[in-house]
């Protein structure tokens, strides 16, 4: 076992030693296989080695691969739906693909190709036109590839897609919060029946909503909720049962149906993602969005588009957005032109006076705001999809 350049995982090399003994004892087989060298990446449910080969000769010859070290409590249910999304889909189009998994009793890992990636911060702040368009194509790719398997990612940021500049490759990785997309089910008003069994349900139907309709006012009239608008949620709020919906995702990178709360929710989720990463990108800031909450992010979004959009987004969602005050919007090219032009990047030699500007001075095209503008669509019934998405005029060029 080699354990070297620890200090890129940001643990001392005692501790991150014990770790890698510790999971070698849980998964002997790793061991056999491979060294493994150091944590390369860390998330909520696991954590991420790179190994090398014992068997392949010199170390700086050897294949390398990256070891996912599941926790003991993830749920079944996604290791299974992450392992089959790795095996289906990954493996080509910049999409990440598996060897082979390791499991021994609770404890499984992955174990997958590795790439050597740059940090996003290293590129958000000069990132040519150029470069730009090979970027978001890749992405975008991937999305296309993942969504054509009816798969939402529902993890999209820049930690999760890997670039290496230098040789100007890119990978999508990490699918823990995957999910399957399932349609919404559309009633059939017009649908045919037999004449028979059409006068039979329509009298049992007639009397059964009649009885209902009396009910729902008895009710409505016995239990009004007057809190609406008010500082304060009455009883009768209280006792209705919660709306569940899914939360996944990174604060700053969740689509506004994910803020509002919709239960269902489709791969425009990652659309939105993709589009606040050039966001980033366009206006050399990261991350765009710092938000603490939903509420404060639904504030930020808002500021950025305007209170009519958003209200408008709402209403469509069935649900109510109530701001102080109106705004009108921001004007995107304007405003990333501003942020870009304030940057200011500390020197490597981290010297406080010494700060130097090493901001891209980069006039984007116009093509690039009308496709960051498409994929940032508020509605994301007409958010622009990963396939026309690759078509438009910025990507084709």
């Known amino acids: 076992m080699s354990v070297t350049e620890s200090a890129q995982s940001g643990e001392q090399g005692p501790y991150l030693e014990e770790r890698i003994v510790a999971l070698i004892r849980e998964l002997p087989v790793l061991g056999q296989l491979f060294h493994i060298h150091f944590k390369i990446g860390e998330g909520t449910f696991s954590s991420v080695y790179l190994a090398t080969l014992k068997e392949s000769g010199s170390s700086k010859e050897s294949k390398k691969f990256a070891v996912k070290h599941l926790i ?62 090979h970027y978001m194509r890749a992405l975008l790719v991937a999305l296309r590839k ?21 040789n100007k490759r890119y990978l999508l990785v990490d699918f823990g919060l995957a999910q399957e997309y399932k349609e919404e089910k559309k009633v059939e008003m017009n649908k045919p029946q037999p004449l028979e069994t059409y006068c039979v349900k329509r ?21 009004k909720c007057y809190c609406f608008g008010k500082p304060r949620v009455c009883s009768l709020c209280l006792a209705r049962p919660s709306q569940v919906a899914s939360r996944a995702g990174t604060p700053g990178y969740r ?57 408008a987004c709402a209403r469509k969602l069935g649900k109510k957005l109530i701001c102080s005050e109106q705004m009108p919007g921001t004007d995107i090219v304007s405003l990333c032109q501003k942020l870009r ?57």
């Not at 999209?156 to 230098?166: H, Q, W």
């Not at 001075?361 to 496709?371: I, K, S």
Request: include cysteine.
């Open 72 to 133: 003991p409590t993830y749920p079944p249910a996604r290791i299974e739906r992450e392992l089959q999304c790795l095996r289906d889909i990954g493996g080509a189009d910049n999409v990440v693909g598996i060897e082979f998994c390791v499991r021994s009793g609770a404890s499984v890992a992955f174990v997958m190709p590795y790439i050597r990636h740059t940090k996003f911060s290293d590129y958000v702040y000069n990132m040519g036109t150029i470069e730009l368009k």
């Open 146 to 166: 993942v969504h054509m398997f009816n798969i939402m990612h529902r993890d999209v940021k820049p930690s999760n897609f890997l670039y290496d500049r230098r």
């Open 203 to 223: 009298k049992r139907t007639d009397e059964n909503k009649r009885q209902q309709l009396e009910e729902t006012k008895q009710t409505a009239a016995d239990s």
């Open 255 to 311: 689509a506004p149906e994910v803020l509002f709360k919709c239960p269902h929710q489709t791969p425009a989720i990652d659309i939105w993602a993709a589009g606040v990463i050039m966001l980033c990108i366009l206006s050399a800031t990261q991350p765009f969005f710092r938000c603490p909450d939903d509420c404060t992010a639904l504030a930020e979004i808002t500021t950025l588009f305007g209170t009519e959009k958003m209200t």
């Open 341 to 397: 032009a304030r940057v200011k990047i500390p020197p490597k030699d981290n010297s406080r006076n010494d700060y130097r500007k090493n901001v891209l001075v980069e006039h984007y095209p116009p093509e690039a705001f009308d496709l960051l503008l498409k994929l940032l669509d508020v509605d994301y019934k007409t958010r622009i999809t990963a396939d026309d998405a690759l078509n438009h005029p910025f990507l084709r060029g």
